[in-house]
């Protein structure tokens, strides 16, 4: 059964546009590698300038596969370096009832 998951990725200074580009890349690698649904993924940015997707896994083992696959760890390496992962529930938006999100152009 799918697991849908919310990452919330907050840029470090100066990489904004490195992570939206690996954040677009994002499903493509999982999707090619195996590992998620062909539902497309929801990815929006908060106030504080946080990127936030929305994506569904086909499986718990499916994650756990994802952090030995070498294709999956070089671009989490890349998020790594322009990013720090961050708590959803560390966005303003979380504590608001309807969390509202601006639109991340496509």
């Keep these: 059964m799918g697991r849908f998951v919310i ?3 907050r840029p470090k200074a100066g990489c904004e546009s490195r992570l939206v580009a ?3 890349r ?4 999982l999707r090619a590698e195996g590992l998620i649904s062909e539902r497309p993924p929801y990815v929006m940015r ?3 300038g946080t990127v936030v ?3 569904e896994w086909l499986s718990t083992a499916a994650i756990e596969r994802a952090h030995s696959n070498p294709a999956v760890q070089a671009l989490w390496a890349e998020f790594g370096e ?3 992962y961050v708590p959803v ?4 938006e979380a504590g608001h009832i309807f969390s509202e999100f601006d639109a991340l152009p496509a």
């Design 89 to 92: 529930g560390a966005l303003a």
């Design 22 to 24: 690996a954040v677009r």
């Design 7 to 9: 990452a919330a990725y």
């Design 82 to 84: 322009a990013c720090d």
């Design 46 to 48: 908060a106030g504080d």
């Design 53 to 55: 997707e929305v994506f």
């Design 26 to 29: 994002h499903a493509s690698v």
